[in-house]
């Protein structure tokens, strides 16, 4: 037998007796990596990135998340309020557009039978004309234009303290140059499904809304 036959078949004697799990992975390794990969639970980012749509998919914010303190102290889920129109206002005692709160409990009065509801948060983010506590607000607003429409607890309605349903309002209908609310009594219109339908500014006075309402309502 030729020298270069000899060493042929020696090359091929070692290979056949060298270790399988000599640096690679055996054929029975590798089943039981593939098995313990695919029974480990699939992370929600695993689930996006491996192009599998979770069973669950993540549904838009609605207003009737939201809950917030009324007057007396005590939570309101904004939920309560499914099926009826909204007029959100953030509202102040010390202000200029103070008497607006005239117009709105007009518009409450007029409209509430039929299914609308005001919200009067008032903020003293503006020229610190909100500066008194709850009593005196709800004292204020009763005695001098016989509010009736559910007032809630004294808020922020910009920056980072401003309440979540500020936040989510203005995502919806932002102003003019900015999203942030620019002054007291600012207005949104919410339809009988949660959606923001409508902002408007402080100098819209309740009287030129009601059109606007009466026209959500009647759908």
């Known amino acids: 037998m030729s020298a270069g036959r000899k060493k042929f078949l020696q090359r091929q004697k070692c290979d056949a007796e060298r270790p399988l799990n000599s640096g690679k992975m055996t054929p029975a390794s590798s089943q039981d990596e593939s098995k313990r990969f695919f029974q480990q639970p699939l992370k929600p980012a695993t689930l996006f990135r491996e192009g599998v749509s979770p069973s669950i998919k993540e549904r ?35 202000c200029g557009f103070t008497p607006q709160y005239k117009g709105l409990q007009e518009l409450y009065g007029k409209y ?10 008032p903020c003293d983010q ?5 500066p008194g506590n709850d009593d005196e607000i709800k004292s204020f607003c009763e005695l001098n234009y016989g509010v009736s429409f559910p007032l ?31 002054w007291n009594f600012t207005k949104f219109l919410v339809d009988k499904q949660g959606n923001v339908v409508e902002r408007f500014a402080p100098t819209t006075t309740p009287e030129k809304i009601a059109a606007d309402i009466e026209g959500e309502l009647a759908k």
């Open 60 to 94: 838009k914010m609605s207003i009737y998340d939201f809950s917030a303190k009324l007057n007396n102290g005590s939570d309101q889920s904004l939920a309560a309020y499914k099926g009826k129109v909204l007029l959100i206002v953030n509202t102040a005692s010390k």
């Open 152 to 182: 809630f607890s004294k808020i922020e309605v910009n920056g980072d303290s401003a309440h979540p349903l500020y936040k989510f309002l203005k995502g919806e209908k932002g102003g003019i140059l900015s999203d942030a609310i620019k």
């Open 126 to 130: 503006f020229g610190h004309q909100e």
């Open 112 to 121: 509430h039978d039929r299914g609308l509801e005001v919200l009067g948060f």
